[in-house]
């Protein structure tokens, strides 16, 4: 959960409740949300580093390892009521005022993860194609809770930075809403208890539509974002082998499970099948490349010495330790600061292949000329251009928009 601002720029880089018709289509009730969340949103850090020694001791092999992490990913899409996944409906992408600047541009965008239920974002792409023709890598970019609601998330600045420098780079980037930020604004995110598995099915359905997009690789993927959006990048990648790059950020920590409905709101760490918690989801992307950006002010202040050794253990059964890096700021707070960003550039240029001449001077990556724009320009839905009228909104709607886009489970013997 995201709760600071941006560092200054100078550092280190020159509802409403459900009702009893909503449970019976089979999603979470408010009550039920409110048991979990209370109960899986910490642990003491000595708890912690007991329950990664238990967890450690139910594996010695690949095999194995293979064996608990694919019971963990059913844990985590079971607890989201995610499996089996809704139907995939149309995107029907919607895309609006592209605009250029300086080495990038600019779009507004919105799709259907759900029928009726709009992912809105911002495109950024490079302004010409690298000389030698290929595709691009592809970069998510959620965010996390840094406030506003309303005027922050993908429209802060430090967003807008990141985004435009990786198109930059030679990266197609989408910024997307939290649900229930921004433009997302269909239910309330605090509120409805079914947040966790939309927002990640969003993720999921992100990664399609990145894969639509006829000039991005889709074998060269990347995620990042700090905090909520930390979360967001482990957990879509720790469901989703599309993603071949990430980069979580202020968020891996063995003893603290995020403090909003978003990330731990519904039964994904623990269950009569599975238990885990956030530093073994982010072990799961081995023995993909992933870059761990940690902090001394905030709940991965021990990742050095507490999750990495583990996450890297389990890198070292693939015999690929050197993929998974930490950079851990000591002296930094809970954000996405300059020195992070410089990281995460670094990280993803090496791993995705982008360029760095285009950000850098004398060797330092730097940020200068990117426009900072206001969020009305950015906004995907206006009075001039509206949301479509198939639009659902409210809790209810999308609790039962889930039930009905579930599919049948298979039967017994089905496909021999």
Request: charged fraction near 25%.
């Amino acid at each position: 959960m995201d709760t600071r601002s941006d560092v200054a720029a100078g550092a280190r880089f020159g509802v409403v409740g459900v009702s009893l018709a909503v449970a019976a289509v089979g999603v979470l009730s408010a009550a039920a949300m409110g048991e979990e969340f209370k109960r899986k949103v910490k642990q003491t850090e000595a708890e912690a580093v007991e329950q990664l020694k238990k967890f450690a001791a139910t594996y010695k092999t690949l095999d194995e390892w293979k064996a608990r992490a694919k019971a963990i990913r059913e844990g985590i899409l079971r607890g989201a009521n995610l499996l089996p996944g809704p139907k995939k409906c149309p995107l029907r992408p919607i895309v609006r005022n592209s605009r250029g600047h300086a080495g990038y541009t600019v779009a507004n965008v919105a799709f259907e993860s759900l029928p009726g239920f709009f992912v809105t974002g911002n495109l950024y792409s490079p302004a010409a194609k690298p000389k030698r023709a290929r595709p691009l890598a592809g970069i998510l970019c959620p965010h996390g809770h840094f406030r506003p609601i309303v005027g922050g998330g993908r429209f802060r600045a430090d967003m807008q930075k990141r985004c435009a420098t990786l198109a930059r780079m030679g990266a197609v980037v989408f910024a997307y809403d939290m649900v229930g930020w921004g433009e997302s604004n269909q239910t309330d995110h605090r509120k409805d208890p079914n947040v966790l598995a939309l927002q990640l099915w969003n993720g999921i359905r992100c990664l399609d539509f990145l894969e639509s997009l006829e000039d991005v690789d889709p074998k060269r993927i990347g995620i990042t974002g700090a905090s909520g959006g930390g979360t967001q990048t482990f957990l879509l990648t720790a469901v989703d082998d599309r993603v071949s790059v990430s980069i979580p950020t202020v968020m891996v920590s063995a003893h603290f499970f995020g403090g909003c409905v978003c990330e731990s709101g519904m039964p994904i760490h623990k269950s009569d099948k599975h238990e885990t918690n956030n530093a073994e989801i982010a072990a799961m992307a081995a023995p993909r490349p992933q870059l761990i950006i940690s902090c001394g002010k905030d709940w991965t202040k021990n990742t050095p010495k507490v999750e990495l050794p583990y996450i890297r253990g389990v890198y070292r059964l693939y015999g690929a330790q050197a993929n998974v890096e930490n950079l851990h700021l000591a002296e930094e707070a809970h954000d996405y600061g300059p020195s992070k960003r410089a990281g995460a550039y670094l990280f993803f240029a090496r791993h995705l292949k982008l360029s760095l001449d285009a950000v850098t001077t004398d060797g330092v990556v730097g940020e200068d000329g990117i426009v900072i724009e206001d969020k009305e320009s950015m906004f995907v839905f206006t009075d001039k251009h509206p949301r479509p009228a198939r639009a659902v909104k409210g809790a209810e709607a999308t609790a039962r928009l889930l039930g009905r886009a579930k599919r049948p489970p298979e039967k017994k013997g089905a496909g021999k």
